[in-house]
């Protein structure tokens, strides 16, 4: 009679046993589950992230100038019928140094024209950068609250974008620019549009 007990209460056990396991195996499985996705996510090149903006107009805005500069900076610039970079930069900036110099060889280049929107600066810091480092800009925007920064989708400075003779942004690049950015991605999206 003993023997057929055990055998009953081993058969009563066996669900519960197997919930058990699966207990233990869950955190395992959940680990397993995001490793994976944060394997996939390193992955990708932060400096892509999408911008529901590319193809659309850019966002109607009016900025004033940086000091001691004439005109500041409006959509109505970047509907003139010429490809055009919008870089967005901040003196506090430590990645706008670093692009910097070659914003300034492209603006001698002369290829296409770069507007700056100087993002939630104080404008006479903006004008002490400028005067420093140089002016590559046809134009500067003093974005003081960062409401129009809001507006093209920035997540920080520098970022920036390529926009078509019509108006629409058509690339957002994020991050500093470096050489091997300009050579392998804005160049060719430029000339695509230029020709």
């Given amino acids: 009679m003993s023997e057929r007990r055990e055998t009953i209460e081993t058969r009563a056990d066996a669900p519960a046993a197997g919930r058990r396991r699966w207990l233990y195996l869950l955190p395992v499985l959940a680990f397993g ?34 000091p001691d500069r004439t005109e500041g900076f409006s959509d109505a610039d970047l509907k003139q019928g010429e490809v055009a970079l919008v870089n967005v930069f901040a003196s506090w900036c430590g990645p706008c140094r670093i692009e910097h110099p070659l914003l300034m060889r492209l603006s001698r280049e002369g290829g296409v024209p770069i507007y700056g929107l100087n993002y939630k600066d104080r404008p006479e810091d903006a004008k002490q950068w400028l005067d420093e480092m140089g002016d590559p800009y046809r134009r500067t925007g003093s974005d003081l609250d960062g409401r129009v ?5 920035v997540y920080g400075v520098p970022e920036t974008f390529i926009v078509d003779g019509e108006g629409r942004i058509r690339f957002k690049h994020i991050g500093y620019l470096s050489l091997k950015v300009l050579d392998e991605t804005i160049r060719p999206i430029l000339e695509e549009l230029t020709e």
């Fill in 33 to 66: 589950g995001l490793a994976i996705a944060l394997a996939f996510g390193l992955g990708e090149d932060p400096s892509e992230v999408p911008s529901p903006l590319i193809d659309k107009p850019v966002p109607v805005f009016e900025l004033p100038p940086v």
């Fill in 149 to 153: 920064g809001i507006d093209w989708g």
